[in-house]
């Protein structure tokens, strides 16, 4: 596909390791049943890029290592301008000089969740600071204007198998996820801001339509969205195109979030199930 990617700036963005958030000890299940366990935040030793979305007992669990600028104003940057695929080095702590990639955005809790080699998140502490190379933002498909791009770095995009014919692209996908499981973060007008959530309370109707084998860093398509100018954007034939991010929830209206990558308002993008979708087989 033609881009824009010459003129896409690459901007530096940093944050820091985020301390794990414990805002109620209990948080309650779709039948009111009161759970104890983890959330968002700090160095998810045990939880990675391409491990299941159902994989951990708790809430929103963050994949990998959760970042974070303190200044809310320069976080909303760190934040906007990171994208899936961009290169983050750390520059302190025991493990500084080593590299990362950028997998997912968290809204709400506005994190960015960095993929590390299991040997340097063992080496890695809270605080530990972080740069990110910000490259994504303003890329634009030159044969296929309706499209809006967000949140990938072009470079990714480049290696992912897309097929162009007929005036459309087909995008390769782990799922395709109705419109109506779309829960959470829906109504944001700013997609470059974070994610929004896979409704899976419904356990019998996740696995009806193929969802409960979700990967973190699975490309998927929200079928009958137009996510072109904020997220949850019901629009009958559209086609958004997103990332899993971060772990399953127990509580209503939410599951496994997704970060929007690609969106068209005119059916233009086709996507096709292909078990070869996931970031990890990319970067």
Same mark, same amino acid.
């Given at each position: ?5 010459? =003129? ?8 820091? &390791? ?11 299940? *779709? ?40 200044? @809310? ?5 760190? &934040? ?5 695929? @961009? ?45 990110? &190379? ?11 204007? =309706?499209?809006?791009? +967000? ?10 198998? *897309? ?20 829960? =959470?973060?829906?109504? =944001? ?12 309370? #419904? ?5 009806? &339509? ?9 490309? *998927?398509?929200?079928? @009958?969205?137009? #996510? ?5 954007? +019901? ?9 899993? *991010? ?6 209503? /209206?939410? /599951? ?21 979708? @996931? ?5």
């Amino acid at each position: 596909m033609r881009t824009n990617k010459a =003129s896409v700036v690459k901007i530096s963005v940093s944050g820091e &390791v985020a301390h794990p958030l414990r805002r109620s000890p209990f948080r309650l299940e *779709v039948d009111g049943t009161p759970r104890l366990f983890p959330g968002t935040g700090g160095i998810t030793y045990n939880f990675a890029l391409g491990d299941s979305a159902f994989k951990m007992v708790g809430d929103h669990v963050e994949p990998d290592v959760s970042t974070k600028n303190p200044d @809310n104003d320069k976080n909303a940057a760190y &934040v906007g301008y990171s994208c899936i695929g @961009n290169s983050a080095t750390l520059i302190s702590g025991d493990a500084k000089g080593e590299k990362g990639i950028v997998i997912g955005k968290h809204g709400g809790i506005n994190h960015v969740l960095i993929h590390f080699k299991e040997d340097i998140k063992k080496k890695m502490a809270i605080g530990d600071k972080i740069q990110v &190379v910000g490259f994504g933002q303003g890329l634009v498909l030159e044969d296929y204007p =309706s499209i809006r791009v +967000y949140n990938i770095d072009p470079e990714l995009l480049d290696r992912i198998p *897309v097929g162009e014919g007929d005036g459309k692209i087909h995008f390769p996908v782990r799922a395709i996820v109705p419109g109506y499981l779309m829960g =959470s973060g829906s109504g =944001s007008g700013d997609p470059s801001g974070g994610d929004y959530d896979i409704i899976t309370n #419904d356990r019998a109707l996740i696995k009806k &339509v193929g969802l409960d084998r979700l990967r973190i860093g699975d490309f *998927v398509a929200l079928e @009958n969205h137009n #996510d072109s100018f904020g997220l949850g954007g +019901y629009m009958e034939g559209s086609v958004t195109i997103g990332v899993v *991010v971060h772990g399953d929830c127990i509580i209503t /209206g939410h /599951g496994p979030g997704v970060t929007v990558v690609m969106a068209d308002g005119k059916g233009i993008i086709i996507p096709e199930i292909s078990e070869k979708s @996931n970031v990890i087989d990319f970067i």
